[in-house]
């Protein structure tokens, strides 16, 4: 199996390129640190092939993605992992901060999806799956641009799945809820205490596993739908949420 993974230098992209490669699949990972990538392509051996870029450079993008097409032949799992997330009041978001969180959370992962589309129809049984977030159910206040992005992105999968039937590409979205990771640690500096004994924050690895399943077609029959992953803590209030929101094509995965 040869994966795409953006956003693969550090957390659940990092996860994700791990675990594949345990699992014997060949990663290309992509980001714009040189260096994370060079250490972890050293630490992954040759199943890892690193491509720096900067995915919100669509023209540069693109012609990377394409030339990993013209090199492997085919590409059987794209994962559109990198994102960006900012707290930001309604007043503080300003139409270039928008744009911004939309440029890197929706648009490269189109532009991705768009590059490789034509190699995924000849090759057929490929899967795309979006790194969304439990945010685009029912976001923090401050989550203005994020939360839009993240719907928006799901609609990506939607579409291209409907599309992709035909020729046997499946779209899936992954919701985490919160991830243990650099991102994170950021926006919540204080750590993220549990609650009544449960976990309140999920690690890489949980979401770098359903991730696999999907990639290896163990998720099939929910191509095209949300796959939600809160942590342990957060498990009853999202029940609660899917119930008062019916139809909404959501499944919980813990």
Excluded at 58 to 84: C, K
Aim: hydrophobic share 50%; net charge negative; with cysteine.
């Amino acid at each position: 199996m040869i994966a795409i993974v953006t956003g693969a230098s550090t957390g659940i992209g990092a996860a994700i390129a791990k675990l594949f490669i345990k699992s014997g699949h060949s990663v290309v990972g992509l980001a714009r640190d040189t260096d994370k990538l060079t250490a972890l392509a050293r630490a992954l051996g040759n199943a890892f092939e690193p491509r720096p870029c900067d995915i919100t450079d669509t023209a540069v993008f693109s012609a990377v993605l394409r030339q990993i097409a013209d090199d492997h032949g085919r590409v059987d799992v794209l994962v559109n992992n990198a994102g960006t997330a900012k707290a930001i009041p309604i007043e503080a978001t300003t139409p270039d901060e928008f744009r911004a969180m939309h440029e890197l959370n929706v648009v490269a992962p189109a532009a991705a999806i768009h590059a490789l589309w034509p190699t995924m129809q000849r090759h057929g049984d490929a899967r795309i799956i979006n790194v969304s977030s439990l945010a685009q159910l029912d976001p923090f206040p401050g989550f203005f641009a994020y939360a839009s992005s993240k719907s928006a992105l799901h609609l990506l999968t939607v579409v291209a799945n409907a599309e992709g039937e035909p020729f046997g590409i499946r779209a899936f979205t992954v919701a985490p809820g919160v991830v243990d990771t650099p991102l994170h640690r950021a926006l919540m500096p204080d750590s993220i205490p549990p609650v009544d004994g449960l976990a309140s924050a999920l690690q890489s690895g949980d979401v770098a596993k359903v991730i696999l399943e999907i990639a290896e077609g163990k998720r099939d029959d929910r191509a095209g739908w949300v796959l939600a992953m809160p942590a342990p803590a957060a498990v009853a209030s999202l029940r609660r949420w899917v119930i008062e929101h019916p139809g909404g094509g959501v499944e919980i995965v813990s």
